[in-house]
């Protein structure tokens, strides 16, 4: 088989940690197995090179911040190569350019255009472990570019798709991919398998072991991904196309989302294009739309409330605040205590009856619902914060998910 294997910071935190990584892809090698590595930066050194720069400028060049950031892959790359020639496995180690990663000319959050896979490929003929600094790679003007967060995990993926892998193995500090958070509800179960779509949606639901560009990458590349920890030889999660699974469970997890604010308009002028002018113009000023939800309030004016990421609100109240102003919003209200807890799985397509659980666990635990939304393999509901923990340990139990 043809493997790449991504390791985290914490994987690679220490030279203790590098050797351990050069220990177990070395058992890969010996059981048969080509292997391409992507890797990290040491743990914290990513915050150390930043606070360098800043000693300078307080907002220095992304350019510069680009070349000064890959470093510490390249770092990391290089030692684990020595170490494992060092123990009797050729390997060599690549930058994102050696590599063949081309991306756009966007710094610090590039995005990944092409990868020319022709190194890599020669040198897994010749036998050799190919160690890569994730996170980056260079524009087609010859810049060196970092991908942004979750960067080494968008690298390992594209890299597998580009060089036709079997398995994309990213390594993280947890075991796999849970029915819920395990520090929420202790009878949370990993899961063997789940599909790119449940992924996606528990991701970005705030799921946080693999960044949704990572899985939307692997779902367009059709790269089966597995995430596992690197300090246990326990199996992970198999992440793959909704077809290779067996037996597609009801519910597969359970996701809260603690980072949402709701904005509420009272009163909005009964016009033509209003809603496409406030939406519009909350987009235009970066802000993150979730959940929408309009009704007809009295005199033929609507009420409209939204969320928003935490980090977004400042701007939206900007945005509707000048709405207020212009007398087409009446007034505006502001909600930080909420929450978001949401139900995911393949299997609500196919059966009746999720939704009435959903809210008669929420109705028997005196939880009320602020506000709804549904796609064809999520329900999501805007509940007070100090319930959260409370009404995701209702919603495992009542799906049965510790079965």
């Keep these: 088989m043809l493997i790449v294997q991504k390791f985290g910071g914490t994987s690679v935190g220490d030279l203790e940690r590098i050797q351990n990584v050069a220990n177990r892809v070395s058992e890969t090698k010996k059981a048969g197995n080509d ?20 000693h300078f400028s307080k907002n220095p060049a992304r350019g510069e911040v680009d070349m000064l950031l890959s470093s510490g892959e390249r770092v990391t790359a290089s030692l684990l190569a020595i170490a494992l020639s060092e123990m009797g496995f050729p390997a060599v180690s690549m930058s994102g350019r050696k590599a063949g990663i081309v991306t756009d000319n966007v710094h610090t959050k590039a995005r990944i255009e092409e990868i020319d896979p022709t190194a890599m490929n020669k040198a897994i003929k010749e036998g050799k472990i190919i160690v890569v600094a994730g996170f980056q790679g260079v524009s087609q003007d010859g810049n060196v570019t970092t991908l942004g967060r979750g960067g080494s995990d968008l690298s390992a993926v594209a890299i597998a798709g580009a060089i036709k892998a079997d398995l994309c193995e990213i390594y993280t ?21 789940i599909s790119y779509d449940e992924m996606l949606e528990l991701a970005s639901l ?3 072991v693999l960044q949704n560009r990572s899985v939307e990458l692997a779902k367009k590349l059709n790269v089966n991904l597995v995430t596992r920890t690197s300090f246990t030889n326990e199996e992970g999660t198999l992440i793959t196309k909704e077809e290779n699974i067996m037996e597609k469970p009801l519910v597969s997890g359970i996701a809260l989302d603690k980072n949402q604010a709701r904005v509420s308009l009272v009163g909005v002028k009964d016009r033509p294009g209003i809603a496409s ?8 000023n970066s802000v993150n739309i979730d959940m929408i939800v309009q009704n007809v309030g009295h005199d033929g004016k609507a009420n409209m409330d939204f969320t928003v990421p935490k980090g977004d609100l400042n701007d939206a109240k900007s945005v509707v605040e000048s709405f207020v102003k212009e007398s087409e919003v009446d007034a505006v209200s502001y909600d930080e205590d909420i929450c978001k807890v949401s139900i995911v799985g393949v299997g609500m397509k196919s059966h009746t009856g999720v939704a009435a659980k959903a809210f008669a666990t929420m109705a028997a635990e005196n939880i009320n619902i602020n506000m709804i939304s549904t796609s064809e393999i999520k329900i999501s509901m805007i509940i007070a914060e100090k319930y959260a923990e409370l009404a995701a340990r209702a919603l495992h139990n009542a799906y049965e998910l510790d079965k």
């Design 277 to 284: 002018d406030i939406f519009t113009k909350l987009s235009n």
């Design 35 to 54: 292997v391409v590595v992507v890797v990290s930066a040491m743990s914290g050194e990513t915050n150390k090179l930043v606070a360098y720069a800043e």
């Design 206 to 208: 705030g799921a946080k």
């Design 173 to 193: 500090d947890v075991s796999g991919i849970f029915t819920t958070d395990p520090r929420i509800e202790p009878k949370a179960k990993k899961l063997n398998e």
